[in-house]
């Protein structure tokens, strides 16, 4: 959805400062971002705004993002804040992990993972 992306140096909530898109879908889009004040590197996935309208899906949303938080796996993404910007998106902030995409390491290992 066009209208719904973020500019590279948009600012939320007067903290995360959007750097680059990560990747986009059906619900939203995901943007790479930065703490303007600490610096901590975090993606933030952000629900397309006719979605964070409607009540039931906003709330499903936030919950699946903390109840990952509770199963204390290291292969679950970390939930580290949320909120709502002033033109009505819904957003949780995660932590950004670095590497290689699923993707890449499938094809590097000739279509089968290890």
Not at 44 to 70: C, M, P, T
Request: charged letters at 25%; glycine letters at 12%.
């Amino acid at each position: 959805m066009q209208d719904d992306a973020l500019a590279a140096g948009t600012i939320l909530d007067q903290k995360w400062k959007i750097e680059a898109p990560l990747g986009q879908g059906g619900m939203g889009a995901v943007y790479a971002a930065t703490h303007v004040r600490n610096q901590n590197r975090v993606a933030i996935k952000i629900l397309h705004r006719e979605l964070s309208r409607d009540s039931a899906v906003r709330d499903r949303f936030l919950h699946e993002g903390y109840a990952a938080n509770q199963v204390g796996h290291p292969g679950t993404v970390r939930v580290l804040d949320d909120g709502t910007t002033h033109d009505g998106h819904t957003y949780l902030v995660m932590e950004r992990l670095e590497g290689a995409t699923l993707d890449a390491v499938a094809e590097a290992t000739g279509g089968v993972l290890p």
